[in-house]
Structures are given as C-alpha cells and as structure tokens.
C-alpha cells in the first residue's frame, strides 16, 4: 500500500514559527502584514502569523518577522534562525527551502 504525504502551507508555517521562537534573542514574531505595527508581538500560540510561505520553482520559501531583544546581535540571531529552521523543516517535515529570510523588525526589552 502507497500513499503520500502532504505538509499544508499552513502547517509548515507554525513549524517555523515555532522554530523560530526557540532561538535565544527573539523576544517574538510580529504580524507578517505589519497593519498592525509592533503593537502586538505574537507569543507561541499565533507564531504562524509571523511566517510568510512562499514559492520559488516549485520549492518552498520563508520568510520570517521578528522581534528581536535589546541588545542581542541581531545578525547572529537572524543566522541562528536560518540554520534552525532549514534544519528543522528538512528533518521533521522532508522540505528543503528554497530560500529562508528573516526581516528584523523591532527591538524590544525583555
């Protein structure tokens, strides 16, 4: 018997938001939309929000809004984020991604 598996845009969005969460120096996720400005940093319950899916020849790709705490090196936390969730996403869903972007945008005390 064969059958195959399908890992929705949705799903794999809260994968990476999730993710994303687990790295020291990101206090949150912020809206993807931004309408909402950084009024509302996202906790783990609504990560997904955060996460942008998209599609490059056919591949998946990221792209990630956070909030990153005051005084972290925010490049060093946008690198930990990449490696992190390319990892994840091919172990536990079998997706290698195109691309995966973090957009940095805002800093907030914790």
């Known amino acids: 018997m064969s ?3 399908q890992i929705t845009e949705a799903a794999l969005a809260s994968l990476i938001g999730l993710t994303a969460h687990e790295i020291p ?3 949150g996720m912020a ?3 931004l309408r909402e400005g ?3 940093v996202l906790g783990r319950a609504n990560a997904s929000e955060g996460v942008v899916i998209g599609k490059d020849a056919g591949k998946f790709t990221a792209d990630l809004y956070i909030v990153a705490a005051y005084g972290v090196s925010i490049p060093t936390v946008a690198q930990n984020i990449v490696d992190r969730v390319v990892h994840t996403v091919k172990t536990q869903a079998g997706i290698d991604l195109a691309a995966t ?3 940095a945008v ?3 005390r914790v």
């Open 3 to 5: 059958g195959s598996i």
């Open 25 to 27: 120096g990101v206090v």
């Open 31 to 33: 809206p993807a939309n």
């Open 38 to 40: 950084l009024s509302r």
């Open 101 to 103: 972007r973090v957009h």
């Open 106 to 108: 805002g800093v907030q």
